[in-house]
């Protein structure tokens, strides 16, 4: 087959995870190779993730089809980054045990400035692509280490041997159990190479006990202890036959039989029960009807072998005659083969039933990781942890959080019975003992609820819990919860997975807090930098609109305030003689620092509070732009430019409208609106602040009259963006005002405002401020 290649971009954003997802699914589907479809999205889904979560750089998903494999690699921007394994760092990299356990072969490639993840799977239909597990000689391999396969292997382990060494400069490739592959000489630093080779897929099972719940589950199991029982009757000549199975109580449990009455009520048996010839480890005969496997099956005389694996009894194969003395040794040993390769093929399904409940682990995992990381609000952080859990690992959960006082506080109650829900609450609120544990473990804290609150509970009261602490960062900020009913005990697999689910939810959970802090700081921090309100003027109306970009977790640097101002500053306005020195007037200031957060809220705080200031000294707008500016340069590196539109506002005599003598110092002009629809630009453009030592600022003269609007905004409204058009392109402010004819000030504002918003399907990125002053 051609070499094929197909490779897209992604940024580094939460959705990035779920679109890389697509697109190798997309590309797999392309190919004709669906079969293989399900296993490369959930490794890439992992692979994605770490780039988005721990480089935070945009990353490139590149799919290679060429002979006998598929080859997908992601690669982001951090090569100095190590690639963080469990047991080497507890809240990051969990990605890479599951590309182990999914992949033919893995590696990490450092080419330039970027760094890469690969691993390899077969192409579906290629002679060989999915070995038998077992070998191919029937036996079941000894592991790496010299253990038996089956057992969990240990990346912890590994990396203390000093064979994770992931911050290597040449990279490296690895086993599915997350073992290195020794180097040798080959290819130079970034190249793909070195030893490839599916280990044996129980090499990586986990090390359950074998039940026989778990086995009946699969089909291929049931295919296998169907032939069995008939491959016996058939090779001793059985009356029937019937394959037992080990629960994990130690009972054994009717798997499957021939021949057999349906009248037949299967007793209890035990292993314990077992005759000492049925334990010796190899085939056996008996006549004696009160043998206890024979008691069990009705049998006068029966032929029986053990079914072992990795040195575990996991059930019998028997043989049963209705006469005495019906078999002899060479039958107990014909059975015992029999047995062997019924243990094989047992073995092989139950391995089959592992890896498929490890795919569906790595679906949920991926699932519940992009579900955590599309949100930063707490209270749904934590709802969405409960329901996570809950029906597929509990019946209930819930979260306890840390606060400043260091004690958990009960945060988030989630029952699969919304009419237990309360009782449940009130027994977790009432309990004696919060749970503080600092390693998953049972927790007994309902047992101290009182008597009266157990007692409402009803049956929950006597439900076993299992606690699960929130680490992040170092820090315990608070502890999951699960429950079941009495009696319905936690499975190995539900207790790893909520482990697995309380790490990520823990750096969820606390991503979220974080946020919320920026958030509620950043809000008070703008709420400061607005004026309190604004006065009312004889004679003119005055709207005002203020919205910040984003979500509020940074401070904006648009700013407007209206405040008054007594006495007689800025001399006689023209043509109106002397004034009074009690005459009122009022101020008008509409700015834009350059940029976001501290650095501009610095400079925002710094102009608000100098322009009132200022003009309470008496001083004339052009020599308060004139201060302003030299303060500004004398912030030196902290300091951020400035665009003011600065006024002061007189009412003209017999309610003629005003008088507002204004400078706009690189702000965007203003515009009036005349009761004819007509719309003019007013103010002569100079220079922003912060930008050369001596200025000489002047004043622009505006008569409003009655009917006649002015409005000043900040380049939020001009540059609103849809696509390559701007709102302000081809006068299209000026057009908009126009429609305006007739409203007042309020409507006006609105209507602006409602026209910014509509413009773009996307939400702005830059703040938006407006004043609007009508004469009435």
């Excluded at 006006?748 to 910014?756: D, E, M, S, T």
Aim: hydrophobic fraction near 40%; aromatic fraction near 4%; charged fraction near 25%.
């Amino acid at each position: 087959m051609e070499r094929q290649t197909v490779s897209a971009t992604f940024p580094s954003a939460a959705a990035s995870v779920a679109d890389a997802r697509r697109f190798v699914r997309r590309v797999l589907a392309d190919w004709g190779m669906d079969e293989a479809a399900d296993d490369a999205v959930l490794a890439t889904s992992e692979l994605a993730t770490n780039a988005v979560t721990y480089a935070g750089t945009a990353f490139e998903v590149a799919c290679r089809l060429a002979d006998d494999q598929i080859q997908v690699e992601v690669r982001d921007l951090h090569p100095t980054r190590a690639i963080a394994m469990p047991g080497l760092n507890a809240s990051s990299g969990r990605g890479l045990p599951s590309i182990a356990r999914l992949a033919d072969s893995w590696g990490v490639t450092y080419e330039g400035r970027t760094k890469g993840v690969w691993f390899r799977l077969p192409r579906p239909g290629v002679n060989g692509a999915a070995p038998a597990p077992g070998g191919s000689n029937g036996t079941v391999p000894e592991s790496a280490e010299g253990g038996r396969a089956g057992s969990r292997p240990d990346p912890g382990a590994a990396a203390r041997r000093g064979d994770l060494d992931h911050s290597a400069d040449d990279g490296g490739e690895f086993r599915r159990d997350g073992t290195r592959v020794p180097s040798r000489p080959g290819p130079a630093r970034g190249a793909r190479g070195g030893r490839e080779g599916r280990p044996d897929a129980s090499q990586t099972a986990q090390d359950v006990p074998a039940s026989g719940d778990r086995v009946l589950r699969s089909p291929a199991a049931l295919e296998t202890l169907d032939d069995a029982v008939t491959s016996v009757r058939d090779a001793l000549a059985a009356d029937a036959a019937a394959v037992l199975l080990t629960e994990r109580d130690g009972r054994l449990v009717l798997g499957a039989s021939a021949g057999l009455s349906d009248e037949l009520k299967f007793s209890d048996l035990s292993v314990a029960a077992l005759s000492p010839a049925a334990l010796g480890g190899g085939g056996w005969v008996s006549s004696d009807a009160t043998d206890p496997v024979a008691a069990a099956l009705r049998a006068r005389s029966i032929a029986a072998a053990p079914i072992e694996a990795q040195g575990r009894l996991i059930g019998l194969v028997v043989a049963i005659g209705r006469e005495p003395d019906r078999f002899d040794d060479g039958h107990g040993a014909r059975l015992g083969r029999i047995a062997d390769e019924t243990s094989l093929a047992l073995e092989k399904a139950r391995i089959g039933e592992l890896e498929r409940s490890w795919r569906g682990w790595l679906s949920f995992v991926a699932e519940a990781s992009d579900l955590l990381a599309g949100t930063l609000d707490q209270e749904r952080t934590m709802a969405l942890v409960a329901q996570l859990v809950v029906p597929r690992l509990a019946q209930w959960c819930a979260v306890y959080t840390v606060g400043d006082s260091e004690t958990a506080q009960l945060a988030y109650v989630w029952h699969a019975d919304e009419n237990r829900a309360d009782g449940l609450r009130e027994l977790l609120d009432q309990a004696d003992v919060v749970p503080e544990l600092d390693a998953p473990g049972p927790w007994h804290g309902l047992t101290t609820a009182p008597p009266a609150v157990r007692a409402a509970a009803g049956d929950t009261a006597g439900d076993q819990a299992y606690a699960f602490p929130l680490v992040a960062r170092g820090r315990r900020i608070g502890t999951i919860v699960i429950g079941r009913p009495h009696g319905d005990r936690f499975p190995r697999s539900a207790v790893e997975l909520a482990e697995e689910l309380s790490r990520r939810a823990a750096l969820a959970v606390d991503n979220a807090r974080l946020y919320s802090a920026q958030t509620a700081m950043s809000s008070a921090l703008q709420r400061s930098l607005l004026p309190p309100g604004v006065p009312d003027i004889p004679g003119l109306e005055v709207a005002v609109v203020y919205e910040p970009a984003g979500e509020g977790s940074e401070v904006g640097g648009d700013f407007y305030d209206v405040f008054e101002c007594a006495g007689q500053v800025g001399g006689p306005f023209p043509g109106q003689g002397t004034s009074p020195p009690s005459a009122s007037r009022w101020r008008f200031a509409i700015g834009d620092v350059c940029g976001t957060g501290p650095e501009a809220a610095a400079v925002t705080g710094l102009a608000r509070h100098a322009l009132r200031i200022l003009a309470a000294e008496e001083m004339s707008v052009p020599d308060v732009l004139g201060r302003l500016n030299r303060l500004i340069l004398g912030e030196g590196e902290r300091g951020r430019l400035l665009t003011l539109l600065h006024g002061e506002i007189r009412p003209r005599p017999r309610r003629d409208g005003v008088t507002i003598r204004l400078t706009s110092a690189g702000h965007p002009p203003p515009l009036i609106l005349d009761p004819d629809g007509t719309v003019r630009e007013v103010a002569s453009p100079q220079p922003l602040l912060g930008v050369f030592d001596q200025v000489d600022f002047h004043t622009d003269t505006v008569d409003l009259r009655p009917g006649q609007v002015l409005l000043c905004v900040t380049d939020g409204v001009t540059e609103r963006r849809a696509g390559a058009r701007l709102l302000g392109d081809g006068h299209g402010l000026e057009r908009l005002l126009a429609g305006c004819t007739g409203l007042s000030a309020g409507a006006v504002a609105a209507r602006i405002q409602r026209a910014v918003r509509d413009f773009g399907a996307e939400p702005s990125n830059d703040d938006v401020a407006l004043i609007v002053l009508r004469a009435s």
